[in-house]
């Protein structure tokens, strides 16, 4: 049995709907397990005892979110060297951009060896005043459907051991 993980950090709610998708997608392949974590509980035992990961973010200030700098922070050195190879993926929740947020996250993956096997997925909330920064985001299910399809994907391939 493959395990799959996915780290997620959210305020408002988008990037927690974009992670909870790609977790339905994932748990339709039997030979995979999923595991759902927020940033701020993840550890690197975790991140070792897992085959695959998607890490899950919103942007802020152009940057991934402090718990999920945190994560990492906390994690890179555990899994230095001992993850090699393995494949990720990750989402944005973006108010109108998100790639510093995913251009930090590839860094540091490929620091970690880690093999991307698909693009970032970014999802603009379209949040740019105060108001709707701090409000609560819904995700368009066309949206969620690409992140449960991502997950279902990672999985699949997991379990076919084709990663
Ligand atoms: C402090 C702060 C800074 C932000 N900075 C950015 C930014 O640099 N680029 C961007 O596209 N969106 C930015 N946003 C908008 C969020 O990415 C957007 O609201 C997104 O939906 C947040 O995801 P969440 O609902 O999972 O928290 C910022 C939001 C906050 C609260």
Redesign the pocket.
């Known amino acids: 049995m493959k395990t799959l993980l996915i780290v997620f ?10 992670a909870e998708a790609a977790l339905r997608g994932a748990a339709t392949e039997p030979g995979v397990r999923t595991r759902l974590v927020p940033a701020a509980g993840a550890t690197g035992a975790d991140v070792l005892a897992a085959d695959g990961y998607i890490f899950a ?7 991934m ?1 402090g718990p999920t700098k945190d994560f990492f922070d906390r994690s890179y050195y555990d899994a230095l060297d001992r993850i090699n190879g393995r494949p990720y993926a990750m989402l944005i ?6 790639t ?2 995913a251009r930090q996250i590839q860094r540091i993956a490929t620091g970690w060896r880690l093999r991307a096997v698909a693009e970032p997925l970014i ?3 379209q ?2 005043t105060p108001e ?3 409000a ?2 819904s995700i368009a299910v066309a949206d969620l459907a690409r992140c449960e399809d991502l997950g279902s994907a990672l999985a699949a391939g997991l379990a076919a051991g084709i990663f």
Do not use: F, Y
């Open positions: 950090h959210s305020r408002t709610g988008g990037t927690r709907q974009m973010t919103p942007e802020n200030l152009a940057a979110t929740c973006a108010g109108s951009d998100g510093n947020a999802v603009c909330t949040a740019q709707r920064i701090w609560p985001k």
